[in-house]
């Protein structure tokens, strides 16, 4: 079993910054990828960015220039790094892994998701 823990989220003015934290941990044997989606209210969940073990990303078109995911891979850990935040970017953020577990299956994850709110 895996588990993902997510921390990180909160209340921030228009133009602030936010740092998102999501640990995995349980039978993992090994992590591919990990990512960030969000769903905001009334809306599908999207992607916000996405990384590999290997350090490729990928980032969804709103978030550019603004967002940066970054791993930490001896804690099984990704990072959220959120700058320039705008009330749209208002939503639940929910952790996601790519995971091979100790019982040699592969599946995907979700942490509990997280709430960021952009408010002035």
């Known amino acids: 079993q895996v588990q993902l823990v997510e921390s990180g989220g909160g209340l921030v003015q228009p133009g602030g910054s936010l740092r998102l934290s999501c640990a995995a941990s349980?039978?993992?044997?090994?992590?591919?990828?990990m990512g960030w989606y969000r769903q905001a209210p009334g809306k599908q969940r999207e992607l916000v960015a996405t990384?590999?073990?290997?350090?490729?990303?990928n980032y969804g078109d709103s978030v550019k220039g603004r967002f940066t995911i970054s791993e930490d891979n001896a804690k099984n850990t990704v990072y959220l790094q959120m700058n320039s935040l705008k009330p749209e970017d208002t939503a639940v953020y929910y952790c996601?892994?790519?995971?091979?577990?100790?019982?040699?299956?592969?599946?995907?994850?979700w942490g509990q998701g997280t709430q960021v709110t952009v408010s002035s």
């Open positions: 996601n892994t790519d995971v091979r577990g100790t019982n040699l299956g592969r599946y995907r994850t």
């Open positions: 349980g039978s993992i044997f090994t992590i591919y990828a």
């Open positions: 990384i590999t073990s290997d350090g490729r990303t």
